[in-house]
């Protein structure tokens, strides 16, 4: 992190101060940069009493409905915008924008639909044990869902995500939804499993792959938009899978697919010739005619 002037950044320190009363209540006493870098990993772990006061106020905000949790989200933005060309300030605003939902178990349904996460996000080994809805949602940082386990009904359609999202070794024991889903930013869907399988119909992906993927029940990505590479290698469908109508703009991978019912891809674009080396179906399909010649 660049070197931070409190002093000349006074006025923003005190909007952040007052829209995250809980660092106060950390061992890091008024040293707000201390605490930043601490969050951002920066300086080695982050204290436990720091962790934990975070993760309070995420759930308080939360537990406080949509209205409280987007005006925070919205007036968080608008502090961050008048640190656009101080690096350090932003960092600070960025720390303090983190939303820890990590390793959080949510017994009943829970609703994050049309929130808005102006930092990082971070479910990692979350479990959801009823439905969670959060359809339109927004996130503006980095998410994180890493090896969360949602055993209910899962909606993510229509959401939105400007940065990263990582749903590596997450599990789904229901049919995800994610369709007209857009992620700008780098996308893993690598090793998870969608038990019943997925619905991306409609959505747009910068760069993304499902390495490793596997679906228990039929995947739809008819009419997606992939700008970036495409990764399916290795992916296990153990339906049909279909890809009408999507468009490739740069690589896809689809080498050592394996899918026990039908492949389609009828309609679908290709820039450049498409990967399909080892790709096998046990049904119909008409990827084959999309093989290009050694």
Known sequence: MTKFNPQRNSTVVAELKLLNPWVENTDYGDDIVQLARALLGDIGPISEKAHFEQRLATMGRFAAGRKTWNAWSQDMMEVRSLADTDPALSAVCDALAIANFSGARFTENIDFAA?????????????????????????????????????????FERSTFNASADFSNAVFARLGQFRELQILGQALFEYTDFANGAWYSGSTFAEVSFLDARFGDAASFTDCQFAGSATFERAMFLASCGFEGAAFKQAANFRDVNVAGAAWFYGAEFAQPADFQGMTTAGRGDFQDLMVPV
């Open 115 to 155: 929130l808005i996460f102006p930092g990082r996000s971070d479910f990692s080994g979350s479990e959801f044990e009823a439905d969670c809805w959060l359809q339109g949602a927004t996130f503006y940082g980095p998410a994180v869902f890493r090896q969360t386990s949602y055993l209910g009904e899962t909606n």
